[in-house]
Structure formats: structure tokens, C-alpha cells
């Protein structure tokens, strides 16, 4: 029914759009992050609640929470010199 699309909106429609900017830096892994964790949370929460506002809640929760982990958690050590992976 059309009420899916109320909680789907957030992996279908705002964060694609959130990343069409092309963000860089702790955004772009805020909204990668966000990207990851909506659809989870998509297909997990029916299973507890049929409310989909609470779905939508929930979706926003994580988006929310993905940009407070990513520009508030320091970042590690990214300079690890071991790596044979390239810089870029």
C-alpha cells in the first residue's frame, strides 16, 4: 500500500538526495552511514510495529544519529602506514 512508501521515503528519496550534493568529509560518511542503516531498519521494524509513523520515526532516528556519530566520535588514525591500500 502506499503507507510503505511513508517509512521507505528516507532511503528512496532524502538521503539519494542528501548525496546527490556530493558532501564530502564527515557528511558524506554521515550520509553513507544513513544509507546503510534506513533500509535495515525498513525491513526490521515491521516485524515489532505496523505503525508506520513510528517507522518513520525510527528511519529519521538513524538518519539523525548517523550525522551525531560522524561529526561529534573523533575520528582514529586513518594514517596507518602499513596499509598497502592507495591514498586516494
Do not use: H, M
Not at 512508501?5 to 558532501?23: A, D, K, Q, T
Not at 552511514?33 to 510495529?49: K, M, Q
Not at 525510527?58 to 550525522?67: D, E, R
Amino acid at each position: 500500500s502506499i503507507q510503505v512508501l511513508g517509512y521507505w521515503w528516507w532511503w528512496l528519496f532524502v538521503v539519494p538526495s542528501l548525496r546527490s550534493r556530493r558532501p564530502k568529509g564527515l557528511e558524506k560518511k554521515a550520509l553513507d552511514w544513513a544509507f546503510l542503516g534506513t533500509p535495515l531498519v525498513s525491513l526490521v521494524a515491521p516485524v515489532a510495529t505496523k505503525d508506520t509513523g513510528l517507522i518513520w520515526a525510527a528511519n529519521f532516528a538513524v538518519v539523525a544519529a548517523s550525522y551525531a556519530v560522524a561529526f561529534l566520535v573523533p575520528e582514529g588514525d586513518e594514517g596507518d602506514d602499513d596499509s598497502d591500500t592507495p591514498g586516494w
